[in-house]
């Protein structure tokens, strides 16, 4: 069937902003510095009887609160350790463990950070090199680890960090609701079919689909980056200038807008992976183009309506042959931690063989953390729990190239995100701007061109 795209727009509201944006004195060459500090207590707490608390930082995504659910038994385990859980949404996680890291707070023992933070962070001496306490340990087996993200998390092949889960992404949707509409989606589709299907599905009761919109560079701006470098556009060129004024950026950018307004969800500021995650789980949105990881959500029958009616394919491209993202989701001990064995057992048993097959006996095995350990593929169980996902989640992984995922070569690795210390600061700012583009306040042109001027102060930083 022709599909013909609509032009109506949805009304969309603006709430406040969240707390993304590090301040002034916390970005860029502030941070180096920052790391000299060093000093700090450490969260960890040790009483007169020898008892450790451990204080652990994470997002609070619902792997994580699985992690929660199941640490009495690490606690029945190592008697005498206590770990305590502060979780916080994404962009505020970010903002409080780097705060409290650049300034040698010492508040946490075990922090949740991205492949984005571990090679800067490691640089800067804020980790605990944590190569040889893994290699040591020849049950924990090392050697497991899925290589792609080990090697994002390693930094001078030292490893200081270790995957909780690592992800791309795809696009997921709704077969039944395709199906009804006479909408066939291949296993690599185009920017141009998703946005067609997505006008033309598209109702007051069922959005077209589900797109970040949520300030942050994390949030929207991680989606949005990988559709500006399939349309040809980037960031930086190989020599750090700054290429935001680029036809092809601000085309890429238009391209998500447009399809947000016409087809996404009614408040796209208030809409990140959380709010995607309950709105098709919900059979309220015919697609969404976010982290493989939520596949597995999507198909838990405890928690999702839509489990096993959900197909999925490669995230959309235009000009170039992959779009996914490479991420992961890591453990890491602060340097300030004064209960580093303690810390280091905890992380062990979190990321272990055995911890994957204990989510899956116990919360089921579509939870189980992927893309970490390349042994979890061969574990009958989550192979026929997660045939529908689990095979084309490899496939993307290992299909991604973080050295170059668009049409230029770049001087960093990194799909969505790069690389330096400033893109934090660079992200939040232009994605705080873009709000306006959604609402309708402002148009796309000024935002890119101060966006252009934020890129290239963090270029000539370079």
């Known amino acids: 069937m022709t599909l013909t795209p609509r032009t109506t727009r949805k009304p969309a509201t603006r709430r406040g902003m969240v707390r993304g944006a590090i301040p002034a004195a916390l970005t860029a060459g502030a941070l180096v510095l920052a790391g000299c500090a060093g000093a700090g207590g450490g969260g960890g707490t040790t009483d007169g009887d020898g008892a450790v608390e451990l204080t652990l930082a994470t997002v609070n995504n619902p792997q994580m609160k699985d992690m929660e659910e199941l640490k009495s038994h690490f606690e029945d385990e190592h008697p005498g350790i206590t770990v305590n859980f502060v979780q916080m949404e994404e962009n505020d996680l970010r903002d409080a463990v780097t705060k409290d890291i650049a300034t040698g707070g010492g508040q946490y023992d075990i922090v949740t950070i991205g492949s984005y933070e571990v090679p800067i962070w490691a640089q800067n001496g804020w980790l605990t090199d944590l190569t040889e306490p893994l290699a040591s340990d020849a049950a924990y087996d090392a050697d497991d680890l899925f290589a792609p993200v080990k090697d994002v998390v390693s930094a001078d092949g030292k490893l200081y960090a270790v995957p909780f889960y690592g992800e791309s992404s795809m696009l997921m949707y709704n077969k039944e609701i395709l199906d009804d509409a006479g909408i066939e989606v291949s296993e690599h589709p185009t920017w141009d079919e998703v946005a067609d299907a997505a006008r033309e599905v598209d109702s007051g009761k069922v959005d077209g689909i589900c797109l970040r919109g949520k300030p942050g560079w994390g949030e929207v701006m991680a989606p949005m980056t990988t559709v500006v470098q399939t349309f040809g556009g980037t960031w930086f060129d190989a020599d750090w200038n700054a290429r935001v004024s680029d036809p092809e950026f601000a085309e890429g950018v238009q391209f998500y807008v447009d399809l947000v307004n016409d087809a996404g969800p009614a408040d796209p500021v208030s809409t990140g992976f959380t709010e995607c995650l309950n709105t098709v789980s919900q059979g309220k949105a015919a697609m969404w183009v976010d982290a493989t990881v939520a596949a597995g959500l999507l198909e838990d029958p405890e928690t999702s309506a839509v489990a096993g009616k959900m197909g999925y394919a490669h995230a959309p491209v235009h000009k170039t042959q992959e779009s996914g993202w490479l991420w992961s ?36 095995w579509t939870r189980v953390p992927p893309g970490a350990r390349q042994s979890t593929y061969d574990i009958p169980e989550y192979v026929q729990a997660a045939e529908s996902f689990a095979p084309i989640t490899q496939d993307i992984m290992l299909s991604v190239d973080p050295t170059k995922p668009g049409l230029h070569e770049q001087s960093w690795t990194g799909i969505q995100y790069v690389t330096i210390p400033e893109f934090q600061d660079l992200g939040n700012q232009v994605s705080q701007d873009l709000s306006d583009v959604f609402s309708g306040r402002s148009e796309l042109g000024p935002v890119l061109d101060r966006a252009q001027q934020l890129a290239q102060a963090a270029g000539e930083a370079q």
Request: hydrophobic share 40%; aromatic share 12%.
């Open 329 to 364: 989701w890591n453990l890491a001990i602060p340097g300030t931690t004064q209960e580093r064995e303690a810390a280091i057992e905890f992380v062990k048993w979190a990321t272990s063989k055995e911890y994957h097959q204990l989510v899956g006996e116990e919360l089921g």
